[in-house]
């Protein structure tokens, strides 16, 4: 008891300091002196509550002594213990908000803005650019309004996440996607951009950063806009929205002494738009960064996602908000030779060789449209075939299906390898075909390990499996891993790692097709797995899987088909592999029924 009033004399003590800090914060604006005098008792108050705190400690360690020795007093005892711990929290929670509100004195939102939006905006522009012949040493960043042409989108019930049943109204210009409006007038609060893999939905997002970077009044709405946050889903860096904002504002904080929870408090009362790029590669870490953004009120936000995930939104969007989703339509043919142009303007310094790839190229795009179909239409596929033009000009075939762009893609790429080997003097007794053939099958194997694991960055386990493989073989992966993967620096803790990611998810599903029909190719043809461990190894991680169960008599049509929503994930997946089942068959006519079974799979 007499350490309960000890506790309420120095409560008394605490107050008077603190209405003295008060006083002194009345006129902070008026002199420094008294400003000088608030930071005073607002250091006594540090120190008072610092010994207040150990008081208190102290005083329930007493109590808690007192409960157990003294059973006849025990319920006096815990009823005081009760009144003291309130008593305490009472006076804690006043020491705080005192503090809190003295240290906002000491900034004004307006330059927190300012020192936030320089650090955003020198972050956006260099993430927000796009790289245009990513893997080769041609290749360059631009920025997206370089290569940016006439997206088209669906526009679609603006209360549908369904996969199916697009529903067409007006074709919405990429210009006005911040400008869209629901039944009441409201602008929607969250716009969700999908479409298959390549049809430009983060070259859209990145587009959409960086010109809240460099020119705000391209896009409608954005000059409204006070902070834009970019989240890039497949970042094993972040874990929370915590990371995100030490991300993007490594600065600000420091320079004005706010802890996380202030400057959080600070980006709450600001106009932010919020950009999620590739919510369908989502890890753990960015779910919850995604589901903790999306809790903040009157806030907008972008998503860009494949038709896969669109449902798996619809459970995290909180009831109050409205949402939109858009189709993006990628390149429609009358806008080829524009959008070839573009690329070719980064590709090609001479203007006369330009025009000549350009009205070859074009010439060659239209005789591809009816093999292709819309799938000419998605701008990863189209800046691939320019890209290979620009390379390998007088090679270049028309193409009739994706797979063979991608293994020209790889082919190239393998030659420029090679070419670099030999320039770093390896040892002239390596047969290099042989061993980047290797290296291809170990890239191809990892990639199916990744993609099953819904890896779209590799972890830290696969990239040390990948490099041990390479070792194992004696291949040098420094000198190729760059040609296949983007590489960046990112923290886990507060290590610096390394990190490995494909340069765009439609690689990662290629090289996926491209085991999957060396396996078939074995299993089918009835060669002997059993002595082979790599293959059992890797049947093993396929047996759940619903495509390589059905294409070998493990589960009927029937049971695949109840199965649409799984297999929607392997799309791109079962494209790539109808193309390459298609070579295959070339020489073995037992493929040419693989190939039948797998057109009909995901309604190609």
Same mark, same amino acid.
């Given at each position: 008891?007499?350490?309960?009033?000890?506790?309420?004399?120095?409560?008394?003590?605490?107050?008077? =300091? @603190?209405?003295?800090? !008060?006083?002194?914060?009345?006129?902070? +604006?008026? $002199?420094?002196? #008294? /400003? &000088?005098?608030?930071?005073?008792?607002?250091?006594?108050?540090?120190?008072?509550?610092?010994?207040?705190?150990? =008081? @208190?400690?102290?005083? !329930?360690?007493?109590?808690?002594?007192? +409960?157990? $020795?003294?059973? #006849? /007093? &025990?319920?006096?005892?815990?009823?005081?213990?009760?009144?003291?711990?309130?008593?305490?929290?009472?006076?804690?929670?006043?020491?705080?908000?005192?503090?809190?509100?003295?240290?906002?004195?000491?900034?004004?939102?307006?330059?927190?803005?300012?020192?936030?939006?320089?650090?955003?905006?020198?972050?956006?522009?260099?993430?927000?650019?796009?790289?245009?012949?990513?893997?080769?040493?041609?290749?360059?960043?631009?920025?997206?309004?370089?290569?940016?042409?006439?997206?088209?989108?669906?526009?679609?019930?603006?209360?549908?996440?369904?996969?199916?049943?697009?529903?067409?109204?007006?074709?919405?210009?990429?210009?006005?996607?911040?400008?869209?409006?629901?039944?009441?007038?409201?602008?929607?609060?969250?716009?969700?951009?999908?479409?298959?893999?390549?049809?430009?939905?983060?070259?859209?997002?990145?587009?959409?950063?960086?010109?809240?970077?460099?020119?705000?009044?391209?896009?409608?709405?954005?000059?409204?806009?006070?902070?834009?946050?970019?989240?890039?889903?497949?970042?094993?860096?972040?874990?929370?929205?915590?990371?995100?904002?030490?991300?993007?504002?490594?600065?600000?904080?420091?320079?004005?002494?706010?802890?996380?929870?202030?400057?959080?408090?600070?980006?709450?009362?600001?106009?932010?738009?919020?950009?999620?790029?590739?919510?369908?590669?989502?890890?753990?870490?960015?779910?919850?960064?995604?589901?903790?953004?999306?809790?903040?009120?009157?806030?907008?936000?972008?998503?860009?996602?494949?038709?896969?995930?669109?449902?798996?939104?619809?459970?995290?969007?909180?009831?109050?908000?409205?949402?939109?989703?858009?189709?993006?339509?990628?390149?429609?043919?009358?806008?080829?030779?524009?959008?070839?142009?573009?690329?070719?303007?980064?590709?090609?310094?001479?203007?006369?060789?330009?025009?000549?790839?350009?009205?070859?190229?074009?010439?060659?795009?239209?005789?591809?449209?009816?093999?292709?179909?819309?799938?000419?239409?998605?701008?990863?596929?189209?800046?691939?075939?320019?890209?290979?033009?620009?390379?390998?000009?007088?090679?270049?075939?028309?193409?009739?299906?994706?797979?063979?762009?991608?293994?020209?893609?790889?082919?190239?790429?393998?030659?420029?390898?090679?070419?670099?080997?030999?320039?770093?003097?390896?040892?002239?007794?390596?047969?290099?075909?042989?061993?980047?053939?290797?290296?291809?099958?170990?890239?191809?194997?990892?990639?199916?390990?990744?993609?099953?694991?819904?890896?779209?960055?590799?972890?830290?386990?696969?990239?040390?499996?990948?490099?041990?493989?390479?070792?194992?073989?004696?291949?040098?992966?420094?000198?190729?891993?760059?040609?296949?993967?983007?590489?960046?620096?990112?923290?886990?803790?507060?290590?610096?790692?390394?990190?490995?990611?494909?340069?765009?998810?439609?690689?990662?599903?290629?090289?996926?097709?491209?085991?999957?029909?060396?396996?078939?190719?074995?299993?089918?043809?009835?060669?002997?797995?059993?002595?082979?461990?790599?293959?059992?190894?890797?049947?093993?991680?396929?047996?759940?899987?619903?495509?390589?169960?059905?294409?070998?008599?493990?589960?009927?049509?029937?049971?695949?088909?109840?199965?649409?929503?799984?297999?929607?994930?392997?799309?791109?997946?079962?494209?790539?592999?109808?193309?390459?089942?298609?070579?295959?068959?070339?020489?073995?006519?037992?493929?040419?029924?693989?190939?039948?079974?797998?057109?009909?799979?995901?309604?190609?």
């Amino acid at each position: 008891q007499n350490l309960v009033k000890e506790a309420a004399n120095a409560a008394t003590v605490i107050n008077n =300091l @603190i209405n003295s800090s !008060l006083n002194a914060n009345t006129t902070i +604006n008026a $002199s420094a002196l #008294a /400003n &000088t005098q608030a930071q005073t008792a607002l250091n006594d108050i540090k120190d008072a509550s610092i010994e207040f705190q150990t =008081l @208190i400690e102290t005083t !329930l360690e007493r109590i808690n002594e007192a +409960n157990t $020795s003294l059973s #006849a /007093n &025990t319920n006096s005892n815990i009823k005081a213990s009760m009144e003291f711990q309130s008593l305490a929290d009472s006076i804690l929670k006043t020491i705080h908000e005192t503090k809190s509100e003295a240290v906002r004195k000491k900034w004004n939102d307006t330059e927190v803005l300012e020192s936030a939006q320089s650090e955003l905006i020198e972050f956006l522009s260099t993430k927000c650019q796009v790289q245009t012949a990513e893997g080769f040493e041609g290749g360059c960043k631009a920025s997206p309004s370089d290569i940016m042409t006439e997206f088209l989108m669906l526009r679609v019930r603006n209360d549908n996440f369904s996969e199916k049943e697009w529903q067409e109204t007006d074709k919405i210009e990429y210009q006005s996607v911040l400008e869209l409006r629901s039944r009441n007038g409201k602008y929607f609060d969250i716009v969700v951009l999908t479409g298959q893999g390549g049809m430009g939905k983060t070259t859209l997002s990145k587009y959409i950063g960086w010109v809240f970077a460099t020119d705000p009044s391209k896009i409608k709405g954005l000059t409204e806009v006070d902070l834009v946050l970019y989240l890039e889903c497949r970042n094993l860096g972040i874990k929370c929205f915590d990371d995100l904002l030490k991300l993007l504002f490594p600065e600000t904080p420091k320079k004005f002494q706010m802890d996380l929870e202030e400057f959080k408090s600070f980006i709450r009362r600001q106009n932010v738009l919020t950009i999620i790029d590739g919510y369908d590669e989502v890890h753990p870490g960015t779910e919850q960064a995604v589901s903790e953004i999306f809790q903040l009120r009157n806030k907008r936000f972008i998503v860009s996602t494949r038709p896969r995930s669109l449902r798996n939104i619809r459970y995290l969007v909180p009831d109050d908000k409205e949402s939109i989703t858009m189709q993006l339509l990628g390149i429609l043919p009358e806008h080829y030779e524009k959008f070839v142009l573009k690329l070719l303007n980064i590709l090609v310094e001479d203007e006369e060789q330009r025009k000549k790839i350009c009205k070859e190229l074009v010439s060659q795009l239209r005789n591809m449209i009816t093999k292709f179909g819309t799938f000419l239409n998605s701008p990863m596929i189209l800046t691939n075939i320019t890209h290979l033009k620009v390379e390998e000009p007088d090679k270049m075939k028309d193409f009739s299906n994706t797979t063979e762009v991608y293994e020209a893609l790889r082919r190239l790429k393998i030659g420029k390898v090679l070419k670099r080997l030999v320039q770093s003097k390896v040892s002239a007794d390596t047969d290099l075909e042989s061993m980047i053939a290797k290296f291809m099958e170990i890239y191809d194997k990892i990639a199916v390990k990744a993609f099953i694991d819904y890896q779209y960055e590799l972890s830290k386990e696969l990239v040390l499996e990948l490099i041990g493989e390479c070792q194992k073989h004696c291949i040098p992966h420094e000198q190729i891993m760059s040609t296949f993967f983007s590489t960046h620096i990112y923290h886990d803790g507060c290590l610096p790692v390394t990190g490995y990611k494909y340069f765009h998810l439609t690689e990662q599903e290629f090289s996926f097709a491209k085991y999957l029909g060396m396996l078939i190719e074995k299993v089918i043809m009835n060669e002997s797995i059993q002595e082979d461990a790599e293959i059992l190894e890797m049947t093993c991680i396929l047996k759940n899987n619903p495509i390589w169960n059905y294409l070998t008599g493990s589960i009927t049509e029937h049971e695949l088909n109840q199965d649409k929503h799984r297999i929607s994930r392997f799309r791109n997946v079962v494209l790539f592999l109808v193309g390459e089942i298609a070579r295959l068959s070339q020489s073995k006519k037992i493929f040419k029924k693989l190939a039948d079974k797998l057109i009909g799979i995901v309604g190609i």
